[in-house]
Each structure stands twice: as structure tokens, then as C-alpha cells.
């Protein structure tokens, strides 16, 4: 698609919109169908839930141990050291006790653990692929109104906050519940009053942490919105870093980046204000608790009501108890960002294909190579009644060669994506031998429809990977064929490296021409039934057009060969030209037949030819007013 026809085409569709923004809300209802189908996800790993669980058990059991042992220990401590008994073997097999259970806390945590971040893992493996599938098969459509920095988000941030929901949520719900709930039970059984006392600063702990956290949750959401445009700033700079330096713009690139990054630092800043905000009362809460504790158990150890021991049972359950009841805070953000990852996610997945193999699909069988328009007519989503093509009907047959022009925003580019199905037509048929593309497979038809655009994209490799992507088998000698078809071949081997020189992010180590020539070149190894230039030569020179347009004669003999092209001078050797405007057909012949005509094409051809008298004498121009800004 050439860059006014892509401009137009998304001035015509829907506007790009962040479909997946971090910041935007999530319905309720969503949030808690997400945590559902992760439920159910995480049931597809049984073994591994059950250890992990299993393991739980075991970490409760061993940590609301220690306090029990430790108070028998300090009573065992206190008898030998006032003569009661003379005995250290219940003390020394108190410590052997504690040592062992401390030892088997340990592994049951790191069993845990391991288990844990296991099956969230395994869910995180098994979303990535299906969103990169499901980013694979989404129309054109989709992407035409969606930010790929979305896309990227919601395939790697919002996939983090799913795979710790296990964890981080679930299996902690269960520490957390069974610790707190069996402990509390234990210290209140043994007296009231100080296990009330020992648990008071719970309650506060465990709202000022989720409070903290969810506080955090959401300026973490906004800072990775800005961090998000910090990063677009930067990649805009390194992208177009020859502009930059050839205005002489450094400062202004520089005070940008500054702005954005003091945003992103002020936030920063806020997120730390919060943590010591409440942090410090939770500490505060804690000791509080734990002095009154120790004057209350202290008083009953001198009136003989309790011992030594079991007071250091309560204060030893209160350090083990601090760290978790402050984890019911993580523990809440967990559910929270489980469930708004969750729901972006399956949004994501839940997005119908709108062009997709049809039931019972076969291979597009090529037997003529007849290619057909059937009134077609099409309008991008969003577009309302204003249609990009409209009735639209001709016929290319195998060895034809078929030039598209007409001005910018005519429909050009659009009618060769409608071909490979990129967008589906919204009224008649496009057929390939008779069959209606809509039913034959994706895949068999993108084999027999190439196309190669005005942009073309290369990847971060050797020229010989990227021309070789559509067939990677592909052998030397036919590289090297394709490459001298595309007239590349003498520039490649004049290289240090030929084909095994890597070209830069995007190709930026190639001109314009010489990335056009790689994708030709990349676009006849696969050998289509139909092959669509659009606009593929547009920063080559005419010379070298030319040589292309001779070497590729004998490969366009036996297929069905669409050229769209501005410069009319590409166009001679066609066989028929179609001149589109408002994305109809107007005028149909070959070169000389429309010059004969004296119409559109006739005007457009001089105005090529003699820019600067037109532009001398605009009232004088022959052929109609539109023709004007035709060949801009």
C-alpha cells in the first residue's frame, strides 16, 4: 500500500484506538469470569496443583510448630535452671525437634515454591502461544485500529499478572487462611485475653497492606502507561535519529525525553511516598501489640497464671505471624491483577476471526490461473456508507500483465489486499479459477497470491534469510536467481560478507531501492499463481525499473501479473490498465488506447510529462480539475 493510500485507508477505517489501555476499567462481572477459566486453566496441571497444595499443609504444620517447641524449650531452660529437674534429655530432644521440623519447613517451602511457580509457568506457556496465535489470525482490520504496543503489553505484562495468580493468590489464600485461622485458634484456646492481645494488630496490618497495595496496583498501571510513552519517545528518536541530526533537533528530542521521564520519576516518587505511609503504621501496630503482650503476659508469669514458656509462645507465633498477615495485602493485589489481566487477556482471545477458513475449506486448485472481480465492492470498518471500492469487475488471465492507477486514495491498494484476502469484500465475489476465494484455505491461497508492497519490512538477518523466508530450503542457486531477477544480485556480491551480510533493524543498512529489491526478490521465491506489485518500485530508479520489468518478462508468462504504479512510465508494457477513481473503474485499455481516448489517463500522462507548464498555467490544464493533484 502506497503512503497516501494507507493514509486514506485509515482516514476511511476505524481510528487506531488503545483497545487495551493498562488504566482502562475492567467490568466486575469480567474480573471474576477471568478468575473462573484461570481456575479451570490451572486444573489442566492436577499433579502439580496437588504437591504444591500438599506442600502447604506441610509448611503450616511445621511453622505452627516452632512456637510450641520453642515455649516447651524456654520452661524445660527454666526447670533446669531452678533445680526442679536434673534431666537434659527432654531439652535436648526438644532442640533436635525444632532443628528437624525448621529443616522440613524449609523444603516444604522450597517444594512449594517450585511446584507453585510451576503450573504458573505452564499457564503463562500455554496463554503466550495462544495469544500469538490468536495476534497471527486477527484481520487486518484489527490491527488497522490497534496499537501494537498494546498487543505487546497484553502479551507479556498482563501474561506476568496471570502466571502469578497461583501463587501469589491462590496458594497464598490457603497459607494464609489455614496459618492465621489454626494459630489464632491455638493461642485463644490457651487463654483468651493474650491471644486477643497477640492478634489485635492483625486486623489493621492486613487493611493498611491491602489498602498499600492496591494503592500501589494502580499508580504501578499509570506508571507503565508512562514508562510506555517514555519508551515510544525513545524508539521514535532511534528510529528516526538521521532526521534528528539533520535539523540539528537534539535539544528538543532531549527536552521530550526529559519531560516524559520526570513524569515517570514524580510517579515514582508517589509509589514510595505510599509505601512508607503505611508501612510505618503496620511496624507501629505490630510492636504496640507485642508490648502489651509482654505487660499483660508478663504480670501473669509473676501471679503464676501462665509460664515462661507459653508467653514465648505467643511473641515467637506474633514474628512468624508479621510477614504473613502483611502478604494479605500482595495477596489481595494478586486477585486483583489476576483478574484484569485475566479479562484483557481473554478478551484478547475471545476476538472473532472475522477472516478465517470457512467449514469444510479445500486447497485453492490452480489450473487456468483466472483471475476475476465480480462487482466487487468493499468499505473498512467504521467507514459508514462510504465505500474504498465499488463495483468493481475485470478479468486477468494467466501471462497478463494489469496496471492499477488513479489518484491517491482511489482504491489501488486496497483492491490488491482484498485479493489475498487481508480485508474480505462486503459485496460480490473475487474468483481464481472459478473458485470464490472466500471458500478455498488461507493458507493455499496466500501461497498463490504474492504480493509485494511499497513498504517493505525486513527482518534483523542475512539478505540471504530474508529472501529465502518464504521457502527457508531454499538453495543457493535459486537466492542467487532471484536475487538477478530483482536486479540485487551485482550489489550483494559486491559485500563483504554477499549474502551472509546482516542488514539492520528493518533494513535501515539498505536504501529505499534496495530494500524494494530484496522484497521482490523475497516475493518471486514463491512462485504465485498471482503476483501484485503495489507500487513495489516507487524509489527505484527508472533505469533500473526497467531492467527488472525485462528479467521478470519470462517469469510473468505463466501467471497473472497486477501492477500499481504512479508513475505511468512503469505501466507501458501492460497489456490492459485500469485508471480507478472513488474506487471505480473508469477508464480500461492499454497505454495507447487511453492515450487515443483523450480522458483521464490521457491528462495524468501529460501532466507526467510536462509538470512544470501545467503548474504554470493551472486554468489552462487540459482534461478534468480532479487531474490536478493526481500526480501528487
Not at 34 to 61: D, E, F, H, K, W
Not at 92 to 109: D, K
Not at 559 to 585: C, M, Q, Y
Request: glycine share 8%; net charge neutral; proline share 3%.
Amino acid at each position: 500500500m502506497t503512503q497516501t493510500d494507507q493514509t486514506t485507508a485509515r482516514g476511511r477505517a476505524a481510528p487506531r484506538e488503545r483497545v487495551f489501555r493498562r488504566t482502562a476499567g475492567v467490568d466486575s462481572a469480567d474480573g471474576i469470569a477471568a478468575l473462573g477459566r484461570l481456575n479451570r486453566m490451572i486444573l489442566r496441571y492436577p499433579g502439580r496443583v496437588a504437591v504444591s497444595l500438599l506442600c502447604t499443609l506441610g509448611v503450616v504444620a511445621s511453622q505452627l510448630s516452632i512456637p510450641v517447641l520453642l515455649g516447651r524449650a524456654v520452661d524445660q531452660t527454666e526447670a533446669l535452671a531452678a533445680g526442679t529437674i536434673t534431666d537434659r534429655g527432654t531439652l535436648i530432644a526438644i532442640a533436635l525437634t525444632l532443628l528437624a521440623v525448621s529443616a522440613a519447613r524449609g523444603a516444604f517451602t522450597l517444594l512449594q515454591n517450585y511446584s507453585a511457580e510451576s503450573v504458573g509457568h505452564a499457564l503463562a506457556h500455554d496463554l503466550r502461544l495462544a495469544v500469538y496465535d490468536k495476534v497471527q489470525r486477527l484481520p487486518f482490520s484489527f490491527h488497522d485500529r490497534t496499537h501494537s504496543g498494546d498487543l505487546i503489553t497484553v502479551g507479556m505484562l498482563d501474561l506476568e499478572g496471570v502466571r502469578m495468580y497461583f501463587s501469589t493468590a491462590l496458594v497464598r489464600t490457603v497459607l494464609l487462611a489455614l496459618l492465621i485461622g489454626i494459630g489464632a485458634w491455638l493461642l485463644l484456646s490457651t487463654d483468651i485475653l493474650l491471644g486477643l492481645l497477640a492478634l489485635s494488630f492483625v486486623p489493621f496490618a492486613a487493611w493498611r497492606s491491602s489498602v498499600m497495595q492496591l494503592t500501589l496496583r494502580k499508580t504501578w498501571l499509570i506508571l507503565q502507561e508512562k514508562l510506555g510513552v517514555l519508551s515510544q519517545v525513545m524508539e521514535e528518536n532511534l528510529a528516526g535519529i538521521r532526521v534528528v541530526r539533520a535539523f540539528a533537533s537534539a535539544p528538543h528530542e532531549m527536552g521530550k525525553f526529559d519531560a516524559a521521564s520526570a513524569d515517570a520519576l514524580a510517579l515514582s516518587h508517589e509509589r514510595v511516598n505510599v509505601r512508607v505511609r503505611n508501612t510505618s503504621p503496620m511496624t507501629l501496630a505490630f510492636f504496640a501489640a507485642m508490648g502489651l503482650v509482654l505487660l499483660v503476659g508478663g504480670r501473669q508469669v509473676a501471679a503464676g497464671e501462665i509460664t515462661v514458656g507459653t508467653l514465648a509462645t505467643f511473641l515467637t507465633f506474633m514474628t512468624l505471624l508479621q510477614m504473613p498477615v502483611r502478604q494479605l495485602g500482595l495477596m489481595v493485589n494478586a486477585y486483583a491483577r489476576g483478574s484484569t489481566c485475566g479479562a484483557r487477556l481473554f478478551r484478547l482471545l475471545d476476538m472473532p476471526v472475522d477472516i478465517d477458513d470457512v467449514a469444510g475449506a479445500t486447497d485453492l486448485q490452480i489450473t487456468d490461473g483466472t483471475l476475476r472481480f465480480e462487482n466487487v465492492s468493499f468499505a473498512y470498518p467504521g467507514a459508514g456508507d462510504s465505500r474504498a471500492i465499488e463495483n468493481v469487475s475485470f478479468t486477468a488471465r494467466r501471462g497478463e500483465t494489469v496496471g492499477i492507477v488513479g489518484a491517491p486514495g482511489a482504491g489501488k491498494s486496497t483492491m490488491m489486499h482484498l485479493i489475498p484476502r487481508f480485508y474480505d469484500v462486503d459485496a460480490g465475489r473475487i474468483t481464481i479459477d472459478g473458485q470464490d476465494i472466500r471458500e478455498v484455505s488461507l493458507s493455499s491461497l496466500r501461497r498463490a497470491v504474492a504480493v509485494v508492497q511499497q513498504d517493505s519490512f525486513l527482518f534483523t538477518t542475512t539478505i540471504e534469510n530474508n529472501i529465502a523466508y518464504a521457502d527457508p530450503f531454499a538453495g543457493e542457486g535459486q537466492i542467487e536467481e532471484v536475487s538477478q531477477s530483482a536486479q540485487l544480485h551485482d550489489y550483494v556480491a559486491g559485500l563483504p560478507h554477499g549474502y551472509r551480510t546482516v542488514v539492520g533493524e528493518r533494513g535501515v543498512s539498505l536504501s529505499g531501492g534496495q530494500r524494494q529489491r530484496l522484497s521482490i526478490a523475497r516475493t518471486l521465491m514463491t512462485h504465485p499463481a498471482v503476483l501484485i506489485f503495489d507500487d513495489s518500485t516507487a524509489a527505484i530508479d527508472a533505469g533500473t525499473e526497467s531492467r527488472i520489468r525485462r528479467a521478470l518478462r519470462d517469469y510473468a508468462a505463466d501467471r497473472v501479473t497486477l501492477i500499481v504504479a504512479h508513475r505511468l512510465g512503469s505501466l507501458k508494457h501492460a497489456d490492459r490498465i485500469l485508471f480507478l477513481e472513488g474506487g471505480r473503474v473508469v477508464e480500461e485499455g492499454s497505454h495507447d488506447e487511453l492515450l487515443a481516448k483523450g480522458g483521464r489517463y490521457k491528462a495524468l500522462h501529460d501532466l507526467q510529462l510536462r509538470p512544470d507548464a501545467d503548474m504554470l498555467d493551472d486554468a489552462a490544464a487540459p482534461g478534468p480539475a480532479h487531474m490536478q493533484g493526481a500526480a501528487e
